[in-house]
């Protein structure tokens, strides 16, 4: 069983919302993780989306989506969630949750230690 999971993609127009969540499956203490998302398009490498690390809240933001996406967590349900809104078509890929066990913010994907399967974003025009 993956460590993570995430829910929440689907089909959606451009300048649609969407709002991913991703929790562990189990055996993993939510709270002491760094959560990231990462998203990948057909033929492209994975790349770092947003990440919020385990304690203050503090986040991380790719150019390409500042101000139209919002990472969040909430440890008491242990879940992290992806608000995005204003999507483009140039925002579908595979959006995946990632877990690390470091206290700042990373962007590289190999600095993570766990991973979902991913959930399928698509935004037509």
């Known amino acids: 069983q993956v460590p993570l999971v995430e829910s929440g993609g689907g089909l959606v127009q451009a300048g649609g919302s969407l709002r991913l969540s991703c929790a562990p499956f189990?055996?993993?203490?939510?709270?002491?993780?760094?959560m990231g998302w990462f998203r990948q398009a057909p033929g492209k490498e994975r790349e770092f989306v947003a990440a919020?690390?385990?304690?203050?809240?503090?986040?991380a933001y790719a150019d390409s989506v500042k101000g139209r996406f919002t990472i969040s967590r909430d440890n008491a349900k242990n879940t992290v969630y992806l608000q995005m809104i204003s999507l483009k078509p140039e925002d579908t890929a595979v959006y995946y949750c990632?877990?690390?066990?470091?206290?700042?913010?990373?962007?590289?994907?190999?600095?993570?230690?766990?991973w979902g399967q991913g959930t399928q974003v698509t935004v037509s025009s």
């Open positions: 919020i690390v385990r304690s203050d809240g503090a986040t």
């Open positions: 990632a877990a690390a066990l470091r206290v700042e913010i990373i962007v590289i994907p190999a600095q993570y230690n766990y």
């Open positions: 189990g055996g993993l203490t939510f709270s002491k993780y760094l």
